[in-house]
């Protein structure tokens, strides 16, 4: 083996003529993402900032999209990994990762306190705790104040394990900075006051727990009013419940409020996914100023149902009769949201209603036209249903089956400040828009684009597109299919050619068709400048077009190669043939056919000038599916030998390119003008002294001598094997240099030298996924580069990576610009906040939501209810930081620790009962039954003494505090007043109060549950006398 490999490199430097590092250097190279557009295939969540406008995507591989105003995109993503459980927050600004927050629990639920730097964090051993971002320090800290479960869950020692985990966080509208609203996963909901540090109402305790016990657990919840008296809750069983929750008081009126708690909705909404017992995954509110609000439901979409995405008018007659629309969508949806389309040139404003499904594709609805077919439904008026459009990359109808990539083209192209206005009007991906509005530039021909990029599609159409920046400028799309046909053909085209040197476009589709347009000089009549995708007028593309030929070959174009010296097209086809046309005359001048005992399929041509027993020779190399590699006479067709090269092992071939001298010379320059003859084909215009040809498989590299191939002669001068699956190959030139680019279906790619074959750069591409097309059908993924190393690769169609390999090349302008979505013109600054509140009408009509919603025809507004106050958000903002910066309750761990240390201190605790849980026995029902009724008899009466000796302790103590603040100073005195703590002040009454109220409602919770298991001893009583009675009779007859 070593003596083999100093064979290797002693031939390729005797091949390759010298010093082999003359090529391509590791310092030439850096391969990289420029930039990524469209949404990505692996989505799995989305949020949006109604403020900025902006739409964040997140991924299963821990990527973030970003969208923004005037089509700008971004893509945040870590270089390093991150630890398992951790809060990331990042800088939108400047892209970069801002703080990473390790954590010791799993984040179950988490919320972002809107205009303030805290966020609540809820975990799954239900706990809340407050982060602050000090952005002056780049970083994220936990405040002193924290909501322990054990203090906002009145059942905190029944509740264990997953179902404590915090499901929903929920600051509470117009009382953002003094309550939130707690939804645990066992159903409980807890108001809690944040500045007192309690819970002040709770919900959902006994609903939860049905006749046989079933487990519910609550899965999502969201607000119904936009003053937080509505609560809409959903459960893993299917049901929906609304739950009322208590407005916070006026101080100005006096109306005061006392903890409560509530023990059944008062609406419970069905709408179908109870009978199939689907959970429901997300729940969102849409309120309308004036209209009645919408209730978007999602089911779980690991159920099958047609009905799993529906939404539900909210009116008072919601609970008797529910008007509703079921989404019909073609796969099951795990996320949803609603965003604002707005134009600020006509300032439109548009709603648009997106599901996120588990393909990762994204739908979207114009959430007006769902509004409006709920409303006719109400009034039993005609209605249509609302259609969804599958999100696509822009101004695209159908799938990109072929493409090309020419950068670099030294021309004057349009201005910066003319992209960013094209950017602007052109519709965003969202948009139902299908066409483009014309821009201020005026398209006159080809050669006025920088980078332009030509895609081929399944339904025959060609589209030219300007990517000289990040945004795809669609320029004309080509739909005619004849001199007398404008219309599609409907077949997809799967080979493209470009020559803007000769105005010549060429392209080969499935059913085996070859059209060669011939382009009309430009520059071209302005007429139907910057032409929509539509085609034009109705004249077609006649002002474009010249001329179209077509000429018929057997089975459907894989390859394409034209020869400039001969003006000669070879084409390859999935079935073996090789034609070679004549594109003068538009002729075919002869077809022959490649037999293979594997794979028929042509994949690679390349004319080639040879030797061949002392004569030169015009060849055609052939290189097929299974690897094997032919010769032709060009001129005539006929083989040069009787056996064909390949690998001991063949592999699917992906790409074949010979090297010569003109390889390592003069490339000429990467333009529009000719750049196929300059760079592509020149070494068929002389001989080479010393050729080589390389070829790629989806397993490994080879290099055969050029001669060798000629004679037939199956001897490999080099080979490298992959450790992984290639999915593409190409060349790319750099300087005088030529390199080789690999792209491997799990996103590595790799730089190797030529013909060296050694690697000198790779990188991963992160979310790129290849996946193998079925026999028959096209691939998803589409792959070209340009002759500088700039690939694009487009997904699934709806996703666009743009790499580029050369460490010192800027192909593309305006990457900064385009990927600023972050505006600092619309951050609202603290002297600015304001919180008015919504504005509804009075109301004066009956029903659970009228009070909300149907308070729309002929009433005066009001801004608030008159039991409610507005709150000033500068000095929300002021109390809050006083109140978080506090230490309020010692956590649970803390807690334990405290009441270890101080045993002389009586407090009462749930622990202190002792009940115990015996089997059921049949036999023994009512002895148990009266045993253990008055073992809770005994136990009530010890801890009526101990609440009796607290009470009396409570009431001295404070009694003391009321004769010191009576002696304090003026200042105490104007504190207390205002309903400040004064200075030194303990509140130990307030937390005695807490506890004995805490104490009370466990006491109320054990004697239901005294109570239920009574009535279960009395039933099991009676069963056994029943079965008793039965027996007896049956003994005795």
Not at 83 to 109: A, M, R, Y
Not at 846 to 863: A, E, H, M, Q
């Amino acid at each position: 083996m070593f003596v083999k490999k100093l064979v290797e490199k002693a031939s390729l430097k005797k091949t390759s003529g010298g010093d082999s590092s003359e090529g391509v250097k590791g310092s030439d190279v850096e391969p990289r993402l420029v930039f990524h557009h469209g949404i990505p295939c692996a989505s799995t969540t989305f949020a949006y900032d109604p403020i900025q406008n902006i739409l964040a995507i997140s991924t299963k591989d821990g990527r973030i999209k970003l969208f923004g105003r005037d089509n700008t995109q971004a893509l945040l993503q870590s270089q390093e990994p991150e630890p398992t459980k951790f809060l990331q927050v990042w800088d939108i600004e400047n892209k970069i990762s801002f703080h990473v927050l390790p954590l010791q629990q799993e984040i179950t639920s988490f919320t972002v306190k809107q205009q303030t730097p805290f966020i609540y964090i809820g975990d799954n051993a239900g706990n809340v705790s407050v982060l602050k971002l000090e952005k002056e320090l780049s970083r994220i800290v936990q405040t002193s104040y924290n909501i322990p479960f054990s203090a906002s869950h009145g059942n905190s020692t029944e509740v264990s394990g997953e179902n404590a985990a915090v499901t929903n966080i929920l600051p509470q509208p117009m009382a953002e900075s003094k309550r939130v609203l707690i939804v645990f996963r066992d159903g409980l909901i807890t108001l809690w006051d944040i500045r007192e540090s309690k819970s002040i109402f709770t919900a959902g305790e006994n609903v939860l727990q049905s006749l046989h016990h079933e487990a519910k657990k609550a899965t999502c919840a969201c607000w119904a009013c936009p003053f937080g008296t509505r609560v809409v809750v959903g459960y893993n069983n299917g049901e929906i419940f609304v739950w009322n929750v208590p407005p916070i008081p006026n101080s100005k009126t006096g109306i005061a409020f006392e903890s409560a708690t509530q023990n059944a909705p008062i609406c419970k909404l069905n709408v179908g996914y109870k009978l199939n017992r689907i959970p429901i995954a997300s729940l969102k509110w849409a309120y309308t100023d004036g209209k009645a609000s919408r209730l978007y439901v999602l089911g779980a979409s690991n159920f099958e149902s047609e009905n799993l995405s529906q939404v539900i008018l909210l009116t008072e007659h919601t609970e008797s009769r529910t008007i509703k629309l079921a989404l019909h969508l073609p796969e099951p949806c795990s996320e949803m949201d609603i965003i604002s389309g707005s134009i600020e040139q006509n300032k439109h404003r548009q709603e648009y209603f997106l599901l996120l499904g588990k393909s990762g594709h994204i739908y979207a609805y114009d959430d007006s036209s769902i509004q409006k077919y709920l409303l006719q439904c109400q009034s039993r008026s005609h209605q249509s249903l609302p259609k969804e459009v599958m999100v696509k990359m822009p101004f695209s109808d159908s799938t990109i089956t072929a493409a090309k990539f020419i950068t670099d083209n030294p021309c004057l192209g349009l201005a910066d400040e003319d992209y960013v206005q094209l950017a602007k009007d052109m519709p965003h991906m969202f948009s139902f828009e299908a066409n483009s509005r014309d821009g201020s530039a005026q398209f006159s021909g080809f050669l006025r684009v920088r980078n332009l990029y030509i895609t081929g599609h399944s339904n025959g159409a060609i589209t030219f597109w300007d990517v000289s920046s990040p945004v795809f400028v669609p320029i004309i799309s080509l739909k005619q299919q004849s001199e007398d046909d404008s219309s599609l053909s409907g077949i997809a085209v799967t080979a493209l050619f470009f020559d803007g040197n000769s105005r010549l476009l060429i392209s080969g589709d499935h059913s085996g068709m070859v059209r060669v347009y011939k382009l009309k000089p430009e520059p071209y009549s302005t007429e139907n400048s910057f032409l929509s995708l539509q085609g034009g007028t109705k004249k077609g593309n006649s002002h474009v077009i010249q001329s179209i030929k077509l000429i018929k070959t057997n089975g459907a174009v894989l390859c394409m190669n034209i020869s400039h010296s001969s003006r000669h097209l070879a084409v390859g086809s999935d079935q073996g043939y090789v034609s070679v046309i004549d594109i003068e005359g538009s002729t075919l001048l002869y077809q022959e056919h490649i037999e293979s005992e594997i794979c028929t399929g042509v994949v690679a041509l390349q004319f080639h000038t040879c030797s061949l027993h002392g004569f030169e020779k015009n060849a055609l190399v052939v290189a097929t599916k299974d690897s094997s590699l032919l010769a032709l006479d060009s001129d005539t067709g006929k083989k040069l030998s009787t056996s064909t090269v390949h690998p001991k092992k063949p592999s699917k071939a992906l790409f074949m390119h010979i090297l010569d001298g003109q390889d390592t010379s003069g490339r000429g320059s990467n333009t529009l003008n000719g750049f196929e003859s300059s760079k592509g084909n020149a070494a068929e215009d002389a001989m080479p002294k010393l050729s080589l040809l390389l070829l790629c498989s989806e397993k490994a590299l080879y290099l055969y001598s050029f001669t060798h191939v000629i004679q037939g002669v199956k001897k490999v001068i080099c080979k490298k094997k992959f450790h992984s699956s290639c999915c593409w190959a190409s060349t790319f030139y750099c300087s005088t240099d030529v390199g080789l680019v690999l792209l491997f279906t799990n996103g590595k790619v790799e730089i190797r030298s030529l013909p060296e074959l050694t690697l000198l750069k790779e990188t991963w591409i992160r979310g790129f996924t290849y996946s193998t097309p079925k026999p028959n059908s096209l691939s998803k993924t589409s792959i070209c580069s340009s002759l500088e190393g700039d690939i694009v690769m487009v997904n699934n169609d709806q996703e666009i990576f743009v790499v580029s390999v050369l460490s010192h090349k800027k192909t593309f302008r305006l990457l900064d610009s385009f990927s600023q979505i972050y505006r600092k013109d619309l951050v609202v600054s603290q002297e600015g906040l304001v919180s008015p509140g919504p504005i509804i009408h009075k109301e004066k009509k009956k029903g659970i939501f009228s009070s909300v919603i149907k308070d729309i025809t002929g009433s005066k507004s009001k801004p608030v209810p008159d039991h409610m106050e507005t709150e000033d958000a500068r000095q929300s903002l002021k109390d809050l930081e006083t109140v978080f910066s506090t230490a309020n309750i010692p956590s649970d761990a803390e807690h334990t620790d405290k009441m270890m240390a101080d045993k002389e201190d009586v407090e009462l605790d749930i622990d202190d009962i002792d009940i115990e849980v015996i089997a059921e026995k049949p036999k023994e029902q009512n002895i148990l039954a009266a045993l253990n009724k008055q073992n809770l008899a005994t136990k009530f009466q010890v801890l009526k003494g101990k609440l009796k000796h607290m009470k009396t302790k409570n009431e001295k103590n404070f009694g003391k505090e009321e004769e010191q603040d009576e002696k304090g100073g003026t200042v105490d005195q104007i504190k207390r007043k205002y309903g400040f703590s004064k200075a030194g002040e303990t509140s130990v009454a307030k937390i005695a109060e807490g506890k004995l109220q805490d104490n009370v409602r466990k006491l109320q919770g054990i004697n239901l549950r005294a109570t239920e298991m009574q009535d279960t001893a009395q039933s099991f009583s009676s069963l056994a006398k029943q079965v008793l009675q039965t027996e007896q009779d049956r003994r005795g007859s």
